[in-house]
């Protein structure tokens, strides 16, 4: 079918993958279940380990065959089943990182009997050698007082002192907490922030993401934003809606932002 970019389809990952063409899709950008008992409207979150282990290998099948030759997967889990589906993942991948994002959860105390977990686990995967990757489009600048104290001749002229440093592979991102602007009604939702570095990293400009679990649509929105195409699902169709309004939302941001760019343009002729 050839309607199939920019949607999100209100159905299941496994029932409606075929609508995707193989090798058509340059980037997987998964946020599945963790395997908590979390509340999504469903029982998609209610698995016991080995079903869910198992449930984790029938996407994985039928979504790795979407990517291109030299396409990305990142996907979001929790330490509890990181390792087994990271085996999975590398019977059929090249691994490239094991992201930690700091959720930045405040000392609140926890429980008694372990160390409080604050962060959840993040796998980037490759399917080639050759896979698509900008770092200059995720590099984060240096301060003016870092930019200073290199300021020797050595230092003259240093593309990475002017265009910023490579993310590490800890990324210290606040979850979005009930007052934050970001925050929508799903319950696990992910911070723009983290989706549109993945998108600029390891989609090129054009290109196609697939989200298997929109949830909240976070990858959609950041992929619009990005100049990206982009196609998911999503089982929910309370969540359908709400990745519907996000989008009708920065739509028409973004026709604002073009009005008021016109008219500073205008204004700035006339002068």
């Given at each position: 079918?050839?309607?199939?970019?920019?949607?999100v389809f209100?159905?299941?990952?496994?029932a409606?993958?075929?609508?995707?063409?193989?090798?058509?899709?340059?980037?997987?950008?998964?946020?599945?279940?963790?395997?908590l008992?979390?509340?999504?409207?469903?029982?998609?979150?209610?698995?016991?380990?080995?079903?869910y282990?198992?449930?984790?290998?029938q996407?994985?099948?039928a979504?790795?065959?979407?990517?291109?030759?030299?396409g990305?997967?990142?996907?979001?889990?929790?330490?509890?089943?990181?390792p087994?589906?990271?085996v999975?993942?590398?019977?059929?991948?090249?691994?490239?990182?094991?992201?930690?994002?700091?959720?930045?959860?405040?000392?609140?105390?926890?429980?008694t009997?372990?160390?409080?977990?604050?962060?959840?686990?993040?796998?980037?995967?490759?399917?080639?050698?050759?896979?698509?990757?900008d770092l200059?489009?995720?590099r984060?600048?240096?301060?003016?007082?870092?930019?200073?104290?290199?300021?020797?001749?050595?230092?003259?002229?240093?593309?990475?002192?002017?265009?910023?440093?490579?993310?590490?592979?800890?990324?210290?991102?606040?979850?979005?907490?009930?007052?934050h602007r970001?925050?929508a009604?799903?319950?696990?939702?992910?911070?723009?922030e983290?989706?549109?570095?993945?998108?600029?990293?390891?989609c090129?400009?054009?290109?196609?993401?697939?989200?298997?679990?929109?949830?909240?649509?976070?990858?959609?929105?950041?992929?619009?934003?990005?100049?990206?195409?982009?196609?998911?699902f999503?089982?929910?169709?309370?969540y359908?809606?709400?990745?519907?309004?996000r989008?009708?939302?920065?739509?028409?941001?973004?026709a604002?932002?073009?009005?008021?760019?016109?008219?500073?343009?205008?204004?700035?002729?006339a002068?």
């Amino acid at each position: 079918m050839s309607d199939w970019r920019n949607r999100v389809f209100c159905e299941d990952a496994l029932a409606g993958m075929a609508r995707i063409p193989d090798a058509s899709v340059d980037l997987i950008i998964a946020d599945p279940p963790y395997g908590l008992g979390k509340d999504y409207g469903n029982d998609s979150d209610k698995l016991d380990a080995d079903a869910y282990l198992q449930w984790m290998q029938q996407w994985i099948d039928a979504a790795l065959p979407k990517l291109k030759s030299n396409g990305s997967l990142y996907i979001f889990l929790t330490w509890r089943y990181s390792p087994e589906i990271f085996v999975m993942l590398k019977k059929r991948m090249t691994m490239i990182n094991e992201i930690v994002w700091d959720r930045r959860v405040p000392s609140m105390g926890g429980s008694t009997r372990r160390f409080s977990s604050v962060h959840d686990t993040i796998g980037f995967f490759a399917n080639a050698r050759d896979y698509y990757f900008d770092l200059d489009a995720v590099r984060i600048p240096y301060d003016a007082e870092t930019k200073k104290a290199r300021s020797r001749s050595i230092f003259v002229g240093a593309k990475w002192l002017e265009i910023g440093y490579n993310p590490k592979d800890v990324w210290s991102v606040s979850r979005l907490h009930r007052e934050h602007r970001e925050r929508a009604d799903h319950p696990t939702q992910k911070p723009l922030e983290i989706v549109t570095r993945m998108i600029k990293a390891s989609c090129p400009p054009g290109g196609v993401v697939l989200d298997p679990f929109m949830g909240s649509g976070t990858t959609a929105v950041a992929a619009r934003a990005c100049g990206r195409d982009f196609t998911g699902f999503e089982l929910n169709p309370d969540y359908c809606a709400l990745i519907r309004s996000r989008l009708d939302a920065l739509d028409a941001e973004t026709a604002v932002s073009g009005i008021e760019q016109q008219e500073k343009l205008r204004a700035s002729s006339a002068s």
